[in-house]
């Protein structure tokens, strides 16, 4: 008889921030509340909007996940000018910030960013940095959109970390779960927060139809998902995540618990296979029964080449 994919994981009991104490990750007990804005579409009034959600929110700091340009702006040039703009108010107001790659992200343009050099701003693409007293890994659009790149990130980053800052593909985001994070970032496609093995993953994009705001504490997450007035979906979305796991404060997203269940079924399908638990086949129809697109099923249980 087939196993239940679908089962609830409890989240772990700390959700401060990590820190290397003596061989063993020890809890920080300071809030840092954090602004995240991916898939910037870029206007004359884009740079305004951004300084306004920063006057709003008061961040300890901000995070860009991916997508920083756009394509359809036309002039990438008054684009990039524009994330100058930003990173050069967050640096003079002393924020910091973190930005990872995403797949509009290219060059020339976006080495200005380094070459800029502005103190608080930080490419966090490809390697772990501390933003306010947390550990960041930024994974970058390409090792999504890779199957074998994938399938090594957590070979490649095995490090403990709080944050993995993403652009990832949404076929792909399973592998961003195999990552030793507390909470998954990720800009690409998708307004959605779940819960899934006792890790927070927030998917966002395009700013400015919403940001996220992460206010992190030492027991607890609070997460809103924030929308300008004009905008039909203009209630902010607002939820918890601590040992007791996700709870949402007001209406929640469509198939958030949905959401969470397929990739947990996924994570435990796998395990499964490789442990021989379980043939491929019966596993396969399992996630279909449960609704994971076949697309995802088959790339995700498929051995490597």
């Known amino acids: 008889m087939g196993c239940c994919l679908s089962r609830r994981v409890a989240a772990p009991r700390n959700f401060g921030v990590l ?113 306010a007293g947390l550990r960041v890994l930024g994974i970058p659009h390409q090792f999504t959109n890779n199957l074998n790149s994938a399938r090594a990130l957590s070979s490649a980053f095995p490090e403990n970390v709080d944050i993995v800052l993403a652009h990832a593909e ?58 300008p007035s004009s905008h039909p979906r203009s209630s902010t979305r607002r939820a918890t995540f601590s040992k007791r796991g996700l709870v949402w404060k007001n209406r929640p997203f469509a198939n958030s618990e949905e959401y969470g269940r397929r990739l947990d079924a996924l994570l435990n399908a796998r395990e499964r296979l490789l442990s021989g638990l379980e043939e491929r086949k019966t596993l396969e129809q399992q996630l279909l029964a449960l609704g994971v697109p076949e697309r995802h099923i088959r790339e995700y249980l498929a051995r490597p080449a």
């Open 19 to 131: 820190r290397e104490a003596r061989g063993r990750w020890a809890p920080c007990l300071h809030q840092v509340k954090i602004l995240i804005v991916s898939d910037i579409t870029w206007g004359p009034a884009t740079l305004r909007a951004l300084q306004e959600a920063v006057r709003e929110v008061h961040p300890s700091a901000v995070m860009v996940a991916g997508d920083i340009v756009d394509n359809k702006s036309g002039d990438l040039d008054a684009c990039w000018r524009g994330v100058l703009g930003f990173f050069r108010y967050l640096s003079k107001s002393r924020i910091a910030a973190t930005y990872v790659r995403g797949n509009w992200d290219r060059s020339p343009g976006y080495e200005t960013l380094s070459h800029a050099k502005l103190p608080f701003i930080q490419n966090c693409t490809s390697r772990v940095i501390e933003l």
């Open 170 to 227: 949404n076929i792909r985001r399973v592998w961003l779960l195999h990552l030793n994070a507390r909470v998954v970032v990720t800009g690409h496609f998708d307004e959605q927060i779940a819960e899934v093995r006792g890790k927070l993953l927030i998917s966002t994009w395009n700013f400015p139809r919403h940001f996220v705001v992460l206010d992190w504490r030492p027991r607890q997450l609070d997460i809103e998902y924030q929308y």
